[in-house]
C-alpha cells in the first residue's frame, strides 16, 4: 500500500485525542484510516467514508479491528452520516480531495488519459451521469465552460468545438478518442508541456462527480461537526479546491465585516476556527523524490474554536 501525500503532516497535524472520534471523509485506498488505527488508543472510533462500493469492498476485508465503521456514502451528506450512526460530534475530520491511487489504477474507470477505456469516471457507478454523458450530450458553450473552469485550459473553445465536430461523425465512447481530439485541437507546443489531455480530463472528472459543489458542501458541516479543540484537515490537488479552502477557513477565522477604520469591532461576529497553519503545508523534498504526485498537494488544517 503507497502512503497517502502529506501523510505525516496530515495525522499529525489532525490528532489532538488519541480516545477521540475521527473521520475519514476519503476513505480511498485506506492509508490515513491505517495511519488511524496505528496512532489512536483502544477507546477511539474512526469512521471512513467512500462513495464508490469497489473501494469500500477492496478495503473491507483489511481491518478486524472493532474501533473501526465503513459507511458508502457522499462526504456532501457528513452530518446526515454522523447523525445514523448516532455521533453527535467528532475530534478530527480529514478531507483528501481528488481521485485515488486505487482508481486511477483501475483502467476500466476512465480517468487516466493513458489507458484507453470507457468514458466513465464515476467515483459512484451507481449515479447516471457519467463521462460519456457529458462528452456527447452537453452543448458546445457548456462543455468549454468546465474545461476553462474545472480544468483551467486556455484552449477550452478548441476542444469543445474539435469534440463537437467529432461527435458529430461518431458517439465518442473511449478515452482514448477523446485524448485523441483534444490533441487535434491544441498546438504542437502546447503538447510539449505536459498531456494535453490532462486539464481536460480533470474538468470532466469534476463536472462528472460534483467535486467542487461536495466541497461547498461539506466544509460548513465538518466545522459544525468538530468538537471545541478538534481539528480539520483538507488536501487538496488543484488551486480550485484550494482557493475555495482558504476562502472558507478565512472567513471563518476571520469574520468580522466591519470597516478597517474602525477601531472596535461592532459587527460582533465571532470566530469559529483559528488557522493552525496560515500557509499551505506541501511536500518536502523526499516525498517529492519519492512520488511526484505530492508536488501539486496542499494541506491546511483548522482547529474549532
Known amino acids: 500500500m503507497h502512503l497517502p501525500v502529506l501523510f505525516e503532516e496530515s495525522l499529525n497535524g489532525l490528532i489532538t485525542e488519541t480516545e477521540g472520534i475521527y473521520v475519514d471523509c476519503t476513505l480511498g485506498g485506506g492509508g490515513h484510516l491505517e495511519g488511524l488505527r496505528e496512532k489512536l488508543g483502544p477507546g477511539a472510533r474512526i469512521i471512513g467514508i467512500d462513495k464508490d462500493l469497489d473501494i469500500l469492498a477492496g478495503t473491507s476485508a483489511r481491518w478486524n479491528d472493532p474501533r473501526i465503521k465503513l459507511v ?20 478530527g475530520i480529514l478531507l483528501d480531495l481528488g481521485v485515488s491511487s486505487f482508481q486511477l489504477d483501475q483502467a476500466v474507470r476512465g480517468f487516466s488519459y493513458h489507458e484507453d477505456s470507457a468514458l466513465d469516471m464515476r467515483m459512484d457507478r451507481s449515479q447516471p451521469l457519467d463521462a ?6 452537453w452543448d458546445e458553450f457548456e462543455l468549454a465552460r468546465i474545461i476553462y473552469e474545472y480544468g483551467e485550459e486556455r484552449y477550452s473553445r478548441r476542444i469543445a468545438r474539435n469534440i463537437i465536430r467529432a461527435r458529430a461523425q461518431n458517439r465518442i465512447e473511449s478515452t482514448l478518442q477523446l485524448v485523441n ?16 489531455a490532462r486539464k481536460t480530463f480533470q474538468a470532466l472528472r469534476i463536472a462528472v462527480n460534483d467535486e467542487l459543489g ?18 480539520l484537515a ?6 480550485l479546491e484550494d482557493r475555495m479552502v482558504k476562502r472558507f477557513f478565512q472567513a471563518e477565522a476571520f469574520p468580522c465585516t466591519c470597516p478597517k477604520d474602525i477601531p472596535v469591532c461592532v459587527c460582533k461576529r465571532q470566530a469559529r476556527i483559528r488557522l493552525v497553519n496560515r500557509k499551505a503545508i506541501k511536500a518536502s523534498a523526499a516525498e517529492l523524490a519519492n512520488n511526484p504526485r505530492s508536488r501539486s498537494a496542499h494541506l491546511r488544517i483548522v482547529e474549532k474554536l
Open 214 to 231: 461536495a466541497l461547498e458542501a461539506v466544509l460548513p458541516q465538518a466545522v459544525e461537526l468538530l468538537k471545541t479543540g478538534g481539528r
Open 132 to 137: 460519456a454523458e457529458v462528452v456527447n450530450n
Open 181 to 196: 481530439i483534444i490533441k487535434s485541437a491544441v498546438p504542437g507546443s502546447y503538447k510539449g508541456e505536459k498531456h494535453p
Open 234 to 239: 483538507v488536501i487538496t490537488f488543484h488551486s
Open 72 to 91: 458508502h456514502g457522499d462526504f456532501r451528506e457528513l452530518g446526515l452520516i454522523m447523525e445514523q450512526l448516532g455521533l453527535e460530534q467528532a475530534n
